[in-house]
C-alpha cells in the first residue's frame, strides 16, 4: 500500500526558510515521480515543484522558482522541498503527491494535481509578515 507522510511544516517570518519532508512507505521512490503541490484556504490546489524518476528532471512554478528546492534521497526514501525566502504567499497546507505512470516531462512541468495517484495528508505551513 502506498503511503506518503509529510512533515517539516510550521510558522516562520517572512524572509525564513523550511525544508519538508516527504516520507514514504509501501513504494521506492526510484520508481515514482513525484509533486509538491499547496492549497491555501478558499483557493484551488496548485503545483509548486515536480521530480521525476530517479531525480532525473525538476521543474518549478514560477511563483517559488530561485526559492525552492525539490529533491531526493534514494537511501532514506525521502523527499525534500527546501523552501527559502519565504513570503506570506507561501501561506498553505503543503502535500506531496506520487504517480508511477504520468511521469514524462508533458506531465511533470504542468504540475497538474490529477496527474498524480497517491498523495499525504499534508503539512501547515504559515509564513507571517
Known amino acids: 500500500q502506498v503511503q506518503l507522510v509529510e512533515s517539516g511544516g510550521g510558522s516562520v517570518q517572512a524572509g525564513g526558510s523550511l525544508r519538508l519532508s516527504c516520507g514514504a512507505s509501501g513504494f521506492t521512490y526510484s520508481n515514482y515521480c513525484i509533486g509538491w503541490f499547496r492549497q491555501a484556504p478558499g483557493k484551488e490546489r496548485e503545483g509548486v515543484a515536480s521530480?521525476?524518476?530517479?531525480?532525473?528532471?525538476?521543474y518549478y512554478d514560477d511563483s517559488v522558482k530561485g526559492r525552492f528546492t525539490i529533491s531526493q534521497d534514494n537511501a532514506k526514501n525521502t523527499l525534500y522541498l527546501q523552501m527559502n525566502s519565504l513570503t506570506p504567499d507561501d501561506t498553505a497546507m503543503y502535500y506531496c503527491?506520487?504517480?508511477?505512470?504520468?511521469?514524462?516531462?508533458?506531465?511533470?512541468?504542468?504540475?497538474?494535481?490529477?496527474?498524480?495517484?497517491?498523495w499525504g495528508q499534508g503539512t501547515q505551513v504559515t509564513v507571517s509578515s
Open positions: 521530480i521525476g524518476i530517479g531525480g532525473d528532471r525538476t
Open positions: 503527491a506520487a504517480d508511477r505512470d504520468r511521469c514524462s516531462g508533458f506531465w511533470l512541468m504542468r504540475l497538474r494535481p490529477t496527474a498524480f495517484s497517491y
